[in-house]
């Protein structure tokens, strides 16, 4: 599986996962909960409460939303693709009065276009997609956090695909909101939706009606090691020993992995001759996007002859694009699997690549390089 | 682990769960998507569409608030313990002017009382909690639903801990909403939440906003095998597998069996001579509630000499009476080894118990009865 989310899951983890259930009140599950938590906010750089929901990671984005919108009130979205475009129609729903900053899908959002917005109009919070997991563009957050924060708005960041995979530093660089999920980098199945919350984001929230996703109810249980509704405790158990692999590499270390397997897919890619269509910089730890008419014709002879499942492109880029995944458990031999699969299935669908050069040159791309 | 959810989950399901992920649009994923869904209507014995949200039995009911309640408008909840006053709080929350016929805990709710109240002020729809967990009771529904419909009302029902251990006739009786969990009866751990609407539910769909727990979204994206946000794929699967074993016993068989557990379970408690809490009657298959001092001594006794969970009481009924659940992936001998336990227990703590006639009782009274 080389999708951008789900990712593939580790095998301790999946055996966390297959382990008879504990009640979530009980002294079994207390210290595991305790311990989810407290490497949460190792993960997130933050001193902050994280919450965890029972949700997928929208669930945890509208936790956000409906935390802090009250309606009327003047919010600036940023979207360059499919998720950022989610929440600009999610603040919508909830009455927010949207400004919003759409770049076309793959575009990578600039600062500088933020502040001019907010010398504009002011917002009360600016909402981020980090990692746009449609795309292959992975946004300079601190650059955009500083223009939010200078005009006094709360910052709110997609890291649903990015946390654990390339830095979120969420109190150095002042984020707010960090909203991510268990599905991605952090290397367990679906289910726990996550939300860093700063005490500024707690002070500013607003009036719109909520229950489940409310902030003080999940925030004041958790405090007592509670849950306000039953969690899924096969999920957290399988999340805190994904992190504890996560902490035991070294966050940094787990950092430079990624930036290196994102070059090894690039150096492939452009190997064999086709286009990227993620930018070519170090910042694109994420996924790997590629530009090629057969891209559907591709994704479906891969699964079929080697059961290997890769990303199609969604909504405008549908048909036009595919996705390589390296986000979570993954090493060069993954990425160079993929590639191999990807040139000697385009090769037979008459697609103009050079053979027997990607893998290498993904190789020599991570072996030879270090990430400064 | 004798708690009323989380539940004991089959070694079958397990191992469904901690399988490999797969990709939740792939076709590893679909058939399996598809099976459990239709799996899903056979267990709520309807025709219509059961929703499924990653998300616990509260977020499931959370959508049956946010697509029915517009503010302002009448609404009926009938509690009678723990459940039924979040249900209160949650539709008072979302701005509904709500009717709160509200029982002492322990009581069990009457069709006249609520033909009484529809008849004095008419509602959007009646709220009703079909198995009280924090009491051990119970409800009706039939009658309940009936004294709604009547009147005009949609009628929802929490059935989280009850789907799939006592009859919930979605169609038959004429239930518009019916919410459940995935961590209950329905032996899989908790995170998925389950909603069974009607076409006339969906037609008086409310105007409070909503993204993540909206019906029309899930419903649309489900009746072409997809999900609208990433499901928890490992929960599903493991549903799958825990709804075959269900409906490969037979439901009237997993009825029937739950029936003869209840009467095991309170022949055991009267036999020993303690109080029961909740009634001494066939409908009360979930869970058995007994009313003790020593409650809370008990169970940590339990706990820490054989590793046995039981529940203790909520909300007011906090130290007062213990809860032995058998819901699920129960045998009349699990019945048993908790009776023995808290026999031995009890006895210990100097409480006035019968000895050694327990676990005899609960076995004669499981074997040698039949359920009409």
Not at 28 to 45: I, S, T
Not at 140 to 156: C, I, P, Y
Not at 197 to 221: K, L, Q, V
Not at 264 to 277: D, I, P, S, T
């Amino acid at each position: 599986m080389f999708t951008p989310g789900p990712t593939p899951v580790p095998p301790e983890v999946l055996a966390a996962i297959g382990a008879p259930v504990v009640h979530h009140r009980s002294p079994d599950f207390r210290p595991v909960y305790e311990r989810c938590l407290a490497r949460l906010r190792e993960v997130c750089r933050t001193e902050s409460d994280v919450l965890l929901f029972t949700a997928s990671g929208t669930g945890a984005f509208e936790s956000a939303v409906v935390n802090l919108v009250t309606p009327g009130e003047p919010h600036l979205v940023v979207s360059a693709g499919s998720f950022g475009e989610r929440w600009a129609a999610m603040t919508t729903a909830y009455g927010a009065d949207v400004d919003h900053l759409r770049y076309a899908w793959g575009e990578t959002p600039d600062a500088e276009d933020v502040r001019a917005r907010l010398s504009a109009r002011e917002a009360k919070a600016v909402w981020i997609v980090q990692s746009e997991t449609s795309t292959g563009v992975v946004a300079d957050v601190q650059a955009l956090a500083a223009a939010a924060r200078e005009a006094g708005a709360l910052v709110v960041v997609d890291a649903v695909s990015s946390l654990g995979a390339v830095p979120c530093e969420t109190d150095a660089w002042g984020l707010d909101v960090v909203v991510s999920g268990s599905q991605k980098a952090l290397m367990t199945p679906p289910g726990l939706g996550i939300a860093a919350i700063s005490e500024a984001a707690m002070e500013r929230r607003g009036a719109t009606p909520r229950f489940y996703f409310d902030w003080e109810r999940t925030r004041t249980a958790q405090r007592s090691l509670d849950a306000p509704f039953t969690p899924a405790v096969s999920l957290v158990a399988g999340l805190d020993v994904a992190l504890g692999l996560l902490l035991e590499e070294g966050l940094d270390a787990v950092f430079e992995r990624h930036v290196r397997l994102g070059r090894a897919a690039r150096a492939g890619v452009k190997a064999m001759g086709l286009e990227l269509f993620s930018p070519d910089d170090d910042r694109s730890a994420v996924v790997t996007a590629v530009r090629v008419p057969e891209a559907a014709e591709i994704i479906a002879g891969v699964r079929d002859r080697f059961g290997i499942t890769l990303a199609g492109g969604q909504g405008e880029l549908k048909g036009k694009i595919l996705r390589i995944g390296h986000i979570g458990w993954f090493d060069v031999f993954d990425v160079a699997t993929a590639l191999a699969a990807i040139e000697l299935v385009a090769a037979e669908l008459g697609v103009d690549v050079e053979r027997g050069v990607a893998v290498t040159a993904a190789l020599e791309a991570y072996e030879h390089s270090t990430v400064a």
